[in-house]
């Protein structure tokens, strides 16, 4: 099994829908992420958590919400979905226990909405 | 933040060292030098990070100058599957901890 799952892989949405991507990791790590990426462009951080009880805006929040529902478990919202938001999107974790803060990617969850 | 410069393409031929420079010139004494690379729309994936000494591991190596200004990404005997997206990456100073991905070097290995 993967370290960090996403779920779903692939979604096709309509405009205005509310649709939520998962992510789950067995890292034991305290630290979750979620980006976003753009064709031909690098990724960029909608938000990030240390752990339940933090949650923190990255670069690009406005129209997403998430949820850390556990420590293993961070999740993704988009109340009403918009053609932009159309992207591939990772979820990350790191430990900050340590020196190395290198980071463990997901999959990724490719979403389009119509 | 330090930010950080890298070209937007390299070619190399397979079997060949890829040498993949990266400027930082803003680098904190304390910031790290992460590399990471993209392979066709999958999660980015950790290859190598050092803060002054060069480093060695089973994928690459990692060259430092002296004033840490600039770094070289060395993968020894590059092979198809070395194509990707390259991201070299300056860990933000501070709590957060978060990394942030520039534009990347698009490295395409060549048969």
């Known amino acids: 099994d993967a370290d960090v799952t996403q779920t779903p892989r692939n979604r096709i949405t309509k405009t205005g829908k509310r649709i939520m991507l998962e992510c789950s990791q067995t890292k034991g790590h305290d630290r979750m992420y979620w980006y976003r990426q753009d064709p031909g462009l690098g990724l960029r951080l909608i938000y990030y958590s240390f752990d339940v009880k933090d949650i923190n805006k990255g670069e690009i929040s406005d129209g997403y919400s998430v949820s850390r529902q556990a420590q293993a478990k961070f999740s993704l919202s988009l109340e009403s979905a918009i053609p932009n938001q159309t992207a591939l999107y990772f979820c990350?974790?790191?430990?900050?226990?340590?020196?190395?803060?290198?980071?463990?990617f997901g999959s990724g969850t490719r979403l389009t909405v119509v | 933040d330090a930010k950080t410069t890298q070209p937007p393409s390299m070619d190399c031929a397979e079997g060949r060292a890829a040498n993949l420079p990266c400027n930082h010139s803003?680098?904190?004494?304390?910031?790290?030098v992460y590399w990471y690379r993209q392979i066709h729309s999958q999660g980015p994936q950790y290859i190598i990070h050092?803060?002054?000494n060069n480093e060695t591991n089973e994928m690459a190596s990692l060259i430092i100058t002296e004033d840490r200004k600039s770094s070289t990404l060395i993968l020894p005997h590059a092979t198809l599957r070395d194509t990707a997206v390259y991201y070299c990456?300056?860990?933000?100073?501070?709590?957060?901890?978060?990394?942030?991905f520039g534009q990347g070097t698009t490295l395409q290995v060549k048969p």
């Open positions: 990350a974790t790191s430990d900050a226990g340590t020196a190395n803060y290198g980071y463990t």
């Open positions: 990456i300056v860990r933000v100073q501070s709590n957060t901890g978060k990394l942030i």
């Open positions: 050092g803060l002054k």
């Open positions: 803003t680098i904190s004494g304390n910031e790290y």
